[in-house]
């Protein structure tokens, strides 16, 4: 398959008014939520997911169309399409791939879309000795861009690298919206699985002043005592 009606037909063709109804209430799509205005066919992430490899053939310039597509689900099959063929693709074609990423963000406008995408291809792009892009993204006025900056570190601390994580999540503490809490304490968690002492040594300077969510997120996994002790403010740092 490597046409793009073809692709848009068969994707339409799985769509479930009842499942649809259901992700437009999961995803907070109502007037004043983070999600307003989105549009839900009702097609489960599996069966997306299995769309997608099948559609390996589709090139980069319909994959992109789709990507602007008002149709949520098309634009997940859209990115995973873009993370597939960044894998497998030369230098020249991974940098076109990182660039059309982030001039799309308008698009990439929930956090399954940015969580599914934003390490495998801004996160494996960035040159971990520049924080530029990152830190632009991360003072962004779009909350989605701010979400884009901390989640593409996840493909550095994945391999052990954690600088950048700290370095965004730093810029990220104060920030005003839940669902940034939830990925900078996601990412801080991540840390701690791979090195405790890197996340305590965070905590330390933060823990007092962070949002809530962030802390409860990021210190989830720890022993029950010393997890208490982070809550009251009791903790010996």
């Known amino acids: 398959m490597n046409s793009l009606p073809v692709l848009t037909q068969e994707i339409r063709a799985l769509a479930d008014p009842e499942v649809a109804e259901f992700l437009q209430r999961f995803f907070k799509t109502a007037p004043g939520e983070y999600g307003h205005g989105d549009k839900f066919l009702g097609i489960r992430v599996p069966q997306l997911r299995t769309l997608a490899k099948r559609a390996h053939a589709v090139p980069l310039d319909d994959a992109v169309a789709l990507l602007t597509s008002q149709w949520h689900e098309e634009r997940f099959v859209a990115l995973m399409l873009l993370v597939n063929l960044y894998r497998r693709s030369s230098p ?8 059309l990423y982030l001039a799309h963000t308008r698009c990439i406008n929930n956090w399954d879309l940015v969580d599914s995408s934003a390490e495998h291809i801004v996160g494996a792009h960035i040159d971990p000795a520049r924080l530029d892009t990152l830190s632009r993204l991360a003072r962004s006025d779009s909350l989605w861009e701010r979400r884009i900056a901390m989640m593409s570190t996840f493909h550095g601390i994945r391999r052990g690298e954690f600088s950048d994580a700290l370095t965004i999540a730093t810029l990220l503490l104060h920030d005003p919206h839940d669902l940034i809490h939830k990925a900078v304490g996601w990412m801080l968690r991540e840390i701690g699985k791979r090195d405790p ?33 982070y809550l009251r403010g009791t903790i010996k740092v």
């Open 92 to 99: 020249p074609v991974r940098e076109q791939i990182y660039r």
């Open 197 to 229: 002492m890197q996340e305590r040594k965070f905590l330390a300077r933060h823990y007092a002043t962070m949002p809530r969510t962030m802390l409860r997120y990021a210190i989830e996994r720890f022993p029950e005592p010393e997890r208490q002790a």
